[in-house]
Nanobody, 115 residues
Framework: QVQLVESGGGLVQPGGSLRLSCVAS????????IGWYRQAPGKQRELVAI???????HYADSVKGRFTISRDNAKNTVYLQMNSLEPEDTAVYSC?????????WGQGIQVTVSS
């Protein structure tokens, strides 16, 4: 049974930082591309960042220079380091694992940026 479990969310002030973690189990983690997505109230889900099985990364323009995605294959974990957070970053963040037609999602975690 595949599971993706996110952690590290919460409430942070504008300009602050958070690090999200996504721990995967039940799959051959090293072969999967892993992405972080977010969905704000009333908006469509959007891609935030993705890291390929080979370590290549891609970021949404809105987070470039502020967010960093990384992976630790020994721990079956992907991280999203979020710096200089803005109120517009408030959303439910979910991780996604993809290999060909195999797609899995975590349950999501709330990130709220507010003073």
């Amino acid at each position: 049974q595949v599971q993706l479990v996110e952690s590290g969310g919460g409430l942070v002030q504008p300009g602050g930082s958070l690090r999200l973690s996504c721990v995967a189990s039940g799959l051959s983690f090293t072969f999967y591309d892993i992405g972080w997505y977010r969905q704000a109230p009333g908006k469509q889900r959007e891609l935030v960042a993705i890291i390929s099985s080979g370590g290549s990364t891609h970021y949404a323009d809105s987070v470039k220079g502020r967010f960093t995605i990384s992976r630790d294959n020994a721990k079956n974990t992907v991280y999203l380091q979020m710096n200089s957070l803005e109120p517009e970053d408030t959303a439910v963040y979910s991780c996604n694992a993809r290999l060909a037609s195999n797609v899995y999602w975590g349950q999501g975690i709330q990130v709220t940026v507010s003073s």
